[in-house]
């Protein structure tokens, strides 16, 4: 086959199809410069097969190959990595900071302020035992301690609910994304079917919701190999093969298919959600705990993502689980430890908190902090004189209940014993006191001491002391406080501690002594050393041994600490996030000047095409001349 004229008009024809398709994709990245997840791209062409003719071969034009993306998968797949952790750290670094205004110690107001005045305002009725204005103010300063714990415990379970309620509407749309990659999959996989082109704008979405799914769960993408494009550019590069997405280890899509992640809280009395991924076979497999990286991850370690099987239904772990149970650590101490000191005031009954236990099991082995050790149970007269002591001792073997010669609480109080040694069989604690255990219809039971009604009439009264093991208040046997006998207190932590009720209807009840006796401040001095008493607090496998005022730190100091953690990882991450995104943009989003520029040389390249049309319009034009 030879050159003629007609062939040289078709290279003419080439390059005006070249330049055409070049000014469409340029003006393609235009107006997409600002289009989230757009790729730039470029038109690549290469000579057509020339024409074989002696001397040698002859041009025959240009020919389009391909319309590629200036795509790097090496920094798309960093700037995913990146995006995921900048995700999980800007979430984090909000929850925290948002947290950290429940604790405003730092200003001198909140729980350790109103602690500190509850204390002292224990000291001044310690100096005034029988004015009622002041038992009127210790009352409303407890309940203003009461009330800052509970408010701050709610606003930090309110948090927790929220980030719950995140969970779910995140979990969703990540169900949904993966449903659409999965479609954009098999959309690409007909688009490139024979190998024929490219389908860049589905590759650009489906770049877009993997960016997605790297921020909502951390979610990374596998191909089966990774081909570069060193026309377009040295850096350029694209995954083909198999796809897989996946979230540490578990496949969310697998080419055309997806994997919905299983969300409920059906099986939770606090409504918290647990994720499961159900295999092939059926069974659902929990992934909580699997799940470390963007938002979804933030709020699992925030919130907690180990939740045990107990009635609680509360997470074992997690930020804002730990302070949550700091707190709650701290106030139910401060409950148990207050009521064991005011059960030393003299009354004539006490009812425990209704209690889930079984009476004949030992008492150590129930879920009531009592510990091994003792307690006397004190009895005195009408003018407040110490008339009989007896000690009740708490060991391993010891039932609540139980027959007369048994180790039960009930069998040492009935007992006949010479507690005076004064060989006088009808002064003793077991003439006073009355021992009851009684069982509600509703469930849970009770213990109620109660003075005998002929001694009652007569003005005697009775109170609890522990038998310390040494000068530390938390050396007993923390049996009245534990049980909630004769409380200062009403509630178990922090959700529901608060003056005890009687005394919010009628503060004049509280008492500043042992006994009734006037001007008696023992109880209230001892109250007012309660805040230098070291204690034990247990949080989970943690066991802290310090005042508290010292706990309140350990939680405050958490939070604090956690926070400004949060702030300087955040700024690290967010440093290298900006390198990263830099880079990224450097090589795939659209420049507009460059684009104008390319605009320019293709208009340019359009006019000479069309000058080599009209170039041989006119040697036709000759030649149909010579003709006539």
């Given at each position: 086959?030879?050159?003629?004229?007609?062939?040289?008009?078709n290279?003419?024809?080439?390059?005006?199809?070249?330049?055409?398709?070049?000014?469409?994709?340029?003006?393609?990245?235009?107006?997409?410069?600002?289009?989230?997840?757009y790729?730039?791209?470029r038109?690549?062409?290469a000579?057509?097969?020339?024409?074989?003719?002696?001397?040698?071969?002859?041009?025959?034009?240009?020919?389009?190959?391909?319309?590629?993306?200036?795509?790097?998968?090496?920094?798309?797949?960093?700037?995913?990595?990146?995006?995921?952790?900048?995700?999980?750290?800007?979430?984090?670094?909000?929850?925290?900071?948002?947290?950290?205004?429940?604790?405003?110690?730092?200003?001198?107001?909140?729980?350790?302020?109103?602690?500190?005045?509850?204390?002292?305002?224990?000291?001044?009725?310690?100096?005034?035992?029988?004015?009622?204005?002041?038992?009127?103010?210790?009352?409303?300063?407890?309940?203003?301690?009461?009330?800052?714990?509970?408010?701050?415990?709610?606003?930090?379970?309110?948090?927790?609910?929220?980030?719950?309620?995140?969970?779910?509407?995140?979990?969703?749309?990540?169900?949904?994304?993966?449903?659409?990659l999965?479609?954009?999959?098999?959309?690409?996989?007909?688009?490139?079917?024979?190998?024929?082109?490219?389908?860049?704008?589905?590759?650009?979405?489906?770049?877009?919701?993997?960016?997605?799914?790297?921020k909502?769960?951390?979610?990374?993408?596998?191909?089966?190999?990774?081909?570069?494009?060193?026309?377009?550019?040295?850096?350029?590069?694209?995954?083909?093969?198999?796809?897989?997405?996946?979230?540490?280890?578990?496949?969310?899509?697998?080419?055309?298919?997806?994997?919905?992640?299983?969300?409920?809280s059906?099986?939770n009395?606090?409504?918290?959600?647990?994720?499961?991924?159900?295999?092939?076979?059926?069974?659902?497999?929990?992934?909580d705990?699997?799940?470390?990286?963007?938002?979804?991850?933030?709020?699992?370690d925030?919130?907690?993502?180990?939740i045990?099987?107990?009635?609680?239904?509360?997470?074992?772990?997690?930020?804002?689980?730990?302070?949550?149970?700091?707190?709650?650590?701290?106030?139910?101490t401060?409950?148990?430890?207050?009521?064991?000191?005011?059960?030393?005031?003299?009354?004539?009954?006490?009812?425990?908190?209704?209690?889930?236990?079984?009476?004949?099991?030992?008492?150590?082995?129930?879920s009531?902090?009592?510990?091994?050790?003792?307690?006397?149970?004190?009895?005195?007269?009408?003018?407040?004189?110490?008339?009989?002591?007896r000690?009740?001792?708490?060991?391993?073997?010891?039932?609540?209940?139980?027959?007369?010669?048994?180790n039960?609480?009930?069998?040492?109080?009935?007992?006949?014993?010479?507690?005076?040694?004064?060989?006088?069989?009808?002064?003793?604690?077991d003439?006073?006191?009355?021992?009851?255990?009684?069982?509600?219809?509703s469930?849970?039971?009770?213990?109620?001491?109660?003075?005998?009604?002929?001694?009652?009439s007569?003005?005697?009264?009775?109170?609890?002391?522990?038998n310390?093991?040494?000068?530390?208040?938390?050396?007993?046997?923390?049996?009245?406080?534990?049980?909630?006998?004769?409380?200062?207190?009403?509630?178990?932590?922090?959700?529901?501690?608060?003056?005890?009720?009687?005394?919010?209807?009628?503060?004049?009840?509280?008492?500043?002594?042992?006994?009734?006796?006037?001007?008696?401040?023992?109880?209230?001095?001892?109250?007012?050393?309660q805040?230098?008493?070291?204690?034990?607090?247990?949080?989970?496998?943690?066991?802290?041994?310090?005042?508290m005022?010292?706990?309140?730190?350990?939680?405050?100091?958490?939070?604090?600490?956690?926070?400004?953690?949060?702030?300087?990882?955040n700024?690290t991450?967010?440093?290298?996030f900006?390198?990263?995104?830099?880079?990224?943009?450097?090589?795939?989003?659209?420049?507009?000047?460059?684009?104008?520029?390319?605009l320019?040389?293709?208009?340019?390249?359009?006019?000479?095409?069309?000058k080599?049309?009209?170039?041989?319009?006119?040697?036709?034009?000759?030649?149909?001349g010579?003709?006539?």
């Amino acid at each position: 086959m030879g050159s003629s004229i007609f062939n040289t008009l078709n290279i003419g024809y080439s390059g005006l199809t070249a330049a055409q398709a070049g000014v469409s994709t340029t003006s393609h990245n235009i107006t997409n410069a600002e289009s989230e997840g757009y790729t730039r791209q470029r038109v690549v062409t290469a000579a057509s097969t020339p024409v074989n003719m002696a001397p040698g071969n002859v041009g025959n034009g240009t020919q389009i190959m391909d319309i590629a993306r200036i795509f790097d998968s090496f920094v798309y797949d960093r700037y995913t990595g990146i995006s995921a952790d900048k995700e999980y750290s800007d979430y984090t670094k909000t929850t925290l900071e948002t947290l950290s205004t429940y604790f405003p110690e730092i200003d001198g107001v909140g729980i350790k302020s109103d602690l500190q005045d509850y204390y002292n305002m224990w000291q001044t009725f310690a100096d005034n035992p029988d004015n009622d204005a002041i038992k009127l103010s210790l009352a409303k300063q407890t309940e203003a301690v009461s009330s800052s714990i509970t408010s701050t415990q709610n606003k930090i379970y309110d948090l927790q609910s929220t980030l719950n309620s995140q969970l779910k509407v995140n979990v969703d749309e990540v169900n949904l994304l993966a449903k659409e990659l999965a479609n954009v999959n098999i959309s690409i996989e007909i688009a490139e079917a024979g190998d024929t082109f490219t389908a860049n704008d589905l590759r650009d979405k489906r770049n877009s919701i993997e960016l997605s799914l790297a921020k909502l769960i951390g979610a990374e993408s596998f191909s089966g190999e990774t081909k570069s494009n060193n026309v377009i550019s040295s850096s350029s590069n694209e995954k083909n093969g198999s796809y897989t997405l996946m979230v540490n280890g578990f496949n969310l899509v697998d080419g055309g298919s997806y994997h919905p992640i299983h969300i409920s809280s059906q099986n939770n009395s606090n409504g918290f959600y647990e994720l499961s991924y159900e295999r092939q076979d059926g069974v659902l497999i929990p992934m909580d705990e699997r799940i470390s990286g963007g938002r979804i991850g933030a709020i699992l370690d925030l919130r907690g993502d180990k939740i045990e099987g107990d009635s609680s239904g509360a997470p074992s772990n997690g930020t804002l689980q730990k302070v949550l149970d700091e707190l709650n650590a701290f106030s139910a101490t401060l409950i148990e430890s207050t009521n064991n000191i005011y059960a030393s005031n003299a009354t004539q009954r006490m009812t425990s908190n209704s209690l889930e236990m079984n009476p004949t099991q030992p008492i150590l082995d129930s879920s009531l902090n009592v510990k091994n050790g003792a307690f006397d149970i004190i009895i005195y007269d009408i003018d407040g004189k110490e008339t009989a002591r007896r000690t009740i001792d708490i060991n391993s073997l010891t039932t609540m209940t139980g027959a007369t010669g048994s180790n039960s609480v009930e069998a040492q109080i009935t007992a006949q014993k010479d507690d005076n040694a004064d060989s006088n069989a009808n002064n003793d604690v077991d003439d006073f006191i009355q021992f009851h255990w009684a069982t509600y219809p509703s469930g849970g039971s009770a213990l109620d001491l109660v003075m005998d009604s002929n001694y009652a009439s007569k003005g005697y009264s009775f109170s609890i002391e522990d038998n310390l093991k040494t000068d530390r208040f938390d050396s007993g046997s923390n049996f009245a406080g534990a049980l909630g006998l004769s409380k200062f207190f009403d509630g178990k932590d922090a959700k529901d501690i608060n003056l005890n009720n009687d005394f919010i209807d009628n503060p004049t009840k509280i008492k500043a002594g042992k006994t009734s006796a006037s001007g008696d401040n023992t109880l209230s001095l001892d109250m007012v050393q309660q805040q230098f008493e070291v204690y034990s607090f247990k949080v989970g496998d943690m066991k802290y041994e310090t005042t508290m005022y010292g706990m309140f730190d350990v939680v405050a100091t958490e939070v604090g600490v956690r926070t400004k953690d949060a702030i300087l990882n955040n700024q690290t991450i967010t440093a290298q996030f900006n390198a990263t995104e830099l880079e990224y943009s450097s090589i795939s989003k659209v420049s507009i000047d460059e684009e104008l520029t390319n605009l320019i040389k293709y208009q340019t390249s359009y006019g000479a095409a069309s000058k080599i049309i009209t170039t041989i319009d006119q040697m036709m034009q000759t030649l149909l001349g010579i003709k006539q």
